[in-house]
């Protein structure tokens, strides 16, 4: 079955670049489904960012979208997330997830704690 | 503020049922049947278990059941046990402009 595993660095400066890489294994990432991000700040809920298609379509969370670049890099069967500018408010637990159907995140990975701190 | 309304908690006891509502607009609940709701207990990822307003996917309890009534939908545990004790969060498309909201999310108590 499909598995999911974010990797990339946990601590991140305030002003910087967010990077994150979400391997894909058991599946392809060619398969008909799209490929997601989802954050969690600490304590609150849970906020949709965005999702890919192997194709390299992309749709973005309007309130992030400025700050947000989502990527597929199909040799290597994974997907990335950049998010510019950060400040502590994007502090997270940054999950991604794969989409079945449109709002429906079927597959998730364990979750990558991202602090912005100086 | 989430774009879709959840009460922040809800109890109940082993065996009774609870519902949680999920309150949207016309222009993401109301419009589509593309709901889904997410169990997630601490410091784990969410689980989907409930996708298009009412199906439940393979290995998920037959205990779970969703409902959508105008621009609210609802998630139903009947029989509660002590494993349901968990955050629980809905989920709805919203149109090709803002594409996906999730509720605040509501924790369920099991007393």
């Known amino acids: 079955q499909v598995q999911l595993q974010e990797s990339g660095p946990g601590l991140v400066k305030p002003s910087g670049t967010l990077s994150l890489t979400c391997a894909v294994s058991?599946?392809?990432?060619?398969?008909?489904?799209?490929w997601s991000w989802v954050r969690q700040p600490p304590g609150k809920g849970l906020e949709w960012i965005g999702e890919?298609?192997?194709?390299?379509?992309?749709n973005y969370n309007p309130s992030l979208k400025s700050r947000v670049t989502i990527s597929v890099d199909k040799s290597k069967n994974q997907f990335s997330l950049k998010l510019s500018s950060v400040t502590a408010a994007d502090t997270a637990v940054y999950y991604c997830?794969?989409?079945?159907?449109?709002?429906?995140?079927?597959?998730w990975g364990k979750g990558t704690t991202v602090t912005v701190s100086s | 503020q989430s774009a879709l309304t959840q009460p922040a908690s809800v109890s109940g006891s082993p065996g009774q049922s609870i519902t949680i509502s999920c309150t949207g607009t016309?222009?993401?609940?109301?419009?589509?049947?593309?709901v889904s709701w997410y169990q997630q207990h601490p410091g784990k990822a969410p689980k989907l278990m409930i996708y298009?307003?009412?199906k439940r996917p393979s290995g998920v309890s037959n205990r779970f059941s969703g409902s959508k009534s105008g621009n609210t939908a609802s998630l139903t545990i009947s029989g509660l046990q002590a494993e349901d004790e968990a955050d629980y969060y809905c989920?709805?498309?919203?149109?090709?402009?803002?594409?996906?909201?999730f509720g605040g999310g509501t924790k369920l108590t099991v007393l």
């Open positions: 997830a794969r989409t079945d159907i449109v709002a429906t995140l079927d597959v």
């Open positions: 058991g599946g392809s990432i060619s398969s008909s489904n799209w």
């Open positions: 890919i298609y192997h194709s390299g379509s992309t």
């Open positions: 016309s222009s993401d609940v109301g419009s589509y049947n593309l």
């Open positions: 298009e307003v009412s």
């Open positions: 989920c709805s498309y919203a149109g090709s402009s803002t594409y996906v909201v």
